[in-house]
C-alpha cells in the first residue's frame, strides 16, 4: 500500500475514533438543546434562532479547534514529502535523467515521512480529544 492511503487510513480509523468516543456526545448535546428553544412555542422566531445559535456555537468552535489541528498536521506531512522532493531534485540539478536508484530513495523518503507522521497520530487524537473533552 502506497504511503499517501496508509495515512489517509489511519487518519480516517482515529477520526472514526473521535466520533464515536466523543463528538457523536456533543453533537447531540447541541441537537437535544436547539430542540428545546423550538419547543418554546412563546418566543418569538428572532429568539428561537438566536437560542439555536447558542446552542450550536460551542460545537462550531470545536469543530474549527479540531479543523485546526488537523490542518497544522497535513501542513507538516507537506512539509515533509515536499522536502523528499527537494532533495531529489537537489540531486538532479541540471541532469533530468532520474534513475532508479533516484526514485527508490525518493521513495524511500515518503514513505519515512509516512511512517513517521503514522507515529504521530495518537498525539494529534490525543490533542483533539483533549480539546473536545474540556470544552
Request: glycine share 2%; charged share 25%; net charge neutral.
Amino acid at each position: 500500500m502506497d504511503a499517501g492511503m496508509r495515512i489517509q487510513n489511519e487518519s480516517v480509523k482515529m477520526m472514526e475514533r473521535l466520533d464515536k468516543e466523543v463528538m457523536r456526545k456533543l453533537q447531540g448535546e447541541t441537537f437535544r438543546c436547539s430542540a428545546k428553544c423550538c419547543d418554546d412555542t412563546t418566543s418569538s422566531m428572532n429568539d428561537v434562532q438566536r437560542c439555536m445559535n447558542m446552542c450550536a456555537a460551542p460545537m462550531e468552535k470545536l469543530q474549527s479547534q479540531v479543523e485546526s489541528e488537523t490542518q497544522q498536521y497535513q501542513s507538516r506531512l507537506s512539509r515533509c514529502v515536499q522536502n523528499c522532493q527537494d532533495q531529489m531534485q537537489d540531486r538532479l540539478g541540471s541532469n533530468s535523467n532520474v534513475t532508479a536508484a533516484m526514485k527508490a530513495e525518493a521513495e524511500s523518503c515518503v514513505n519515512a515521512c509516512a511512517d513517521s507522521f503514522i507515529g504521530k497520530l495518537p498525539e494529534l487524537e490525543k490533542r483533539i480529544k483533549s480539546v473536545l473533552l474540556n470544552h
